[in-house]
């Protein structure tokens, strides 16, 4: 049996698996003075908010040598059953043998799914949730040189307006180009933006929508808002106003669930499927489980509920972790509190933009802040120490807040 176990190894299990062991280690001595797993059927963290980067493959951190030197065992299967009235977790490894694996505390951070279409054709539809779905989508850009020569061989359609759907149709246009480039058709390079709603980027504020639209504008993307996709095959995506474009590429973006696990679990959710948590990420009316990142549906700033994001992720791992064991230990547990709420949207080739608050306000710097913003945060504030227990166990402290001072671009 297990004092925590931990279900999914992305940032907020990760960072619960770490944040539970620094607590135990600080109040428990002796061998066998804490136990702490981690359950997850993949090696690596994927760096999943990096996904619409090109070479997705190398967007990987390996687990074990960032939770193995705290002494934190990975169990290598997937969760497929969680009994919470046993305190058991059904869980199949990859040869299909199936064990129960015992906890005292547990904490449900399998997070979230993209929600894929049913319509004609969606079985060739790309996504970046995943990094082998992300490598799926490098490899068929990677085929097009090699693919026939036709209408739409260099067009990319991207369903979704919002920041996913953004970021890899901005980046899209540099990565076919320069596959296109060495044929002679980079000017052939069309990317094509569907939105179902009548704005793009909606969801982003008022104040950002400028800086998208020049961006959008200067890339050449073409938008389609008040529209959807209603089916494609290999060589054209039909969308909802009669209209069919001619492309090799789709990728869908629109809409994510929490995990199906959290249906395993007694507990009332929302919209999304994410678990009803209290202050300390404890799931209401469960004993000894908690939830993070995106199966939790916690509160943020302001009466807010967090949302399904990387900068939410790892706060609530480590809250989470860290009140599994202070319940183990009879102490008190800390209250969520994450930072002020920001967001900083990559635009390609056309710089990025960055917010402040619920309200998005933009954030001013000198001329190139906000795209080195970017990468300061994807380069550098989301991705976990390796083979250092020192600095993971400072890190894994919920006081010690991801966020660094800004960059000055160079």
């Keep these: 049996m297990f004092d925590v176990l931990v279900l999914g190894g992305g940032f907020a299990g990760l960072w619960s698996a770490a944040a539970a062991t620094r607590l135990l280690r600080a109040h428990k001595t002796g061998p066998a003075a804490h136990s702490v797993a981690l359950l997850t059927p993949h090696p690596d963290l994927a ?15 390996p687990l074990d040598r960032v939770l193995g030197p705290v002494g934190v065992r990975r169990i290598a299967a997937t969760a497929t059953a969680v009994d919470t009235a046993r305190r058991r977790v059904t869980a ?8 129960e694996v015992a906890y005292r505390r547990l904490v449900l951070a399998t997070g979230s799914a993209v ?4 319509l004609p054709g969606a079985a060739l539809l790309h996504d970046i949730d995943t990094l082998p779905a992300a490598v799926r989508l490098e490899e068929h850009l990677r085929s097009l ?9 260099w067009t990319a359609v991207v369903v979704g307006a919002g920041f996913t759907g953004l970021e890899i149709a901005t980046e899209l246009v540099g990565r076919l180009r320069a596959k296109a480039a060495p044929y002679g058709a980079a000017d052939e390079v069309r990317v094509v933006l569907v939105e179902r709603a009548q704005v793009i980027g909606e969801g982003l504020g008022a104040a950002a929508r400028p800086v998208i639209t020049e961006a959008l504008d200067e890339l050449d993307i073409e938008r389609r808002p008040g529209t959807t996709v209603t089916g494609l095959d290999e060589h054209t995506v039909r969308l909802s106003d009669g209209s069919a474009l001619p492309a090799r590429t789709a990728v869908w973006t629109a809409g994510m669930r929490a995990s199906a696990l959290t249906a395993q679990i ?19 009316g469960v004993a000894g489980v908690y939830a993070a990142g995106d199966t939790a ?20 791992g480590k809250v989470a972790g860290h009140n599994a064991a202070a319940d183990l230990l009879g102490l008190p547990p800390v209250d969520f509190a994450p930072d ?14 960055a917010t ?49 001072p800004a960059p000055s671009p160079a």
Aim: hydrophobic share 35%; net charge positive.
């Design 47 to 61: 760096l999943r908010p990096r996904l619409y980067q090109a070479d997705p493959a190398r967007l990987r951190v």
């Design 92 to 99: 199949t490894a990859a040869d299909g043998s199936r064990t």
């Design 115 to 118: 929600m894929r279409p049913e």
């Design 145 to 153: 040189p090699e693919a026939p020569d036709g209408p739409g061989r």
């Design 266 to 284: 007694p507990a009332p959710r929302d919209a999304l499927g994410r678990l009803a948590v209290d202050a300390g990420l404890r799931v209401r």
């Design 297 to 316: 549906a916690a509160g943020a700033e302001g009466g807010r509920t967090v949302l399904q994001s990387c900068q939410h992720a790892t706060p609530l």
């Design 340 to 353: 002020p709420y920001s967001t900083c949207l990559d635009l390609g080739a056309a710089g990025a933009v």
């Design 356 to 404: 402040s608050g619920w309200d998005r306000t933009l954030r001013e710097g000198p001329e190139g802040f906000a795209k080195e913003l970017k990468r300061a945060i994807n380069e550098t504030w989301i991705s976990p120490p390796l083979d250092d227990p020192c600095e993971l166990l400072r890190q894994a402290d919920h006081r010690v807040s991801q966020r660094r």
